[in-house]
């Protein structure tokens, strides 16, 4: 809530808390443990800390895919936070590389029309753009933009 609010801070303070009483408790591989170190990464992100952003987001991810697999969703919700952190860090094509693989689980496991597979292919299309890749960015996202109507909502 803190983060969501703005309070990047305070969120760090008691992330920072949560993970260490987790990582004493749990062990470093719990998946409450790895739910609080990404929740850290991605406030360090925010905060404009990318470079620790990245070593604790690689280290959830790599922790997330040997304990958790790489289709389960909180490997996938690391994979994408190390991908928007990549592309922050003008990573481009590592971050370009990690976002089609997400957003291609995401499609496997929950559809084209899931939230998590929009946002996944939203990103990806970003980063596209910034790599002077407009034509599939816009390829990417014309799926999206047909299935609204006129007044911007999407057709039921």
Do not use: C, W
């Not at 008691?14 to 609080?36: C, F, I, K, Q």
């Not at 958790?68 to 909180?74: R, V």
């Not at 922050?88 to 998590?116: C, T, Y």
Request: aromatic letters at 2%; hydrophobic letters at 30%; zero cysteines.
């Amino acid at each position: 809530t803190l983060h969501s609010l703005g309070e990047y801070a305070e969120a760090r303070r008691l992330h920072e808390d949560t993970l260490a009483r987790g990582r004493r408790t749990l062990g470093n591989d719990h998946p409450s443990t790895l739910t609080a170190a990404n929740g850290l990464a991605i406030t360090l992100h925010s905060l404009g800390e990318y470079a620790e952003a990245r070593r604790l987001h690689e280290d959830t991810l790599a922790r997330r895919r040997r304990t958790l697999g790489d289709d389960h969703p909180g490997t996938l919700n690391s994979a994408h936070g190390l991908a928007i952190t990549l592309h922050d860090l003008h990573q481009h094509p590592a971050a370009a590389q990690l976002l089609d693989d997400v957003r291609n689980r995401r499609r496997r496991s929950l559809g084209n029309d899931h939230p998590a597979t929009e946002r996944a292919t939203q990103d990806l299309a970003k980063v596209l753009t910034t790599m002077g890749r407009q034509f599939e960015a816009q390829r990417l996202l014309a799926p999206q933009k047909q299935k609204k109507s006129r007044f911007g909502r999407k057709r039921r």
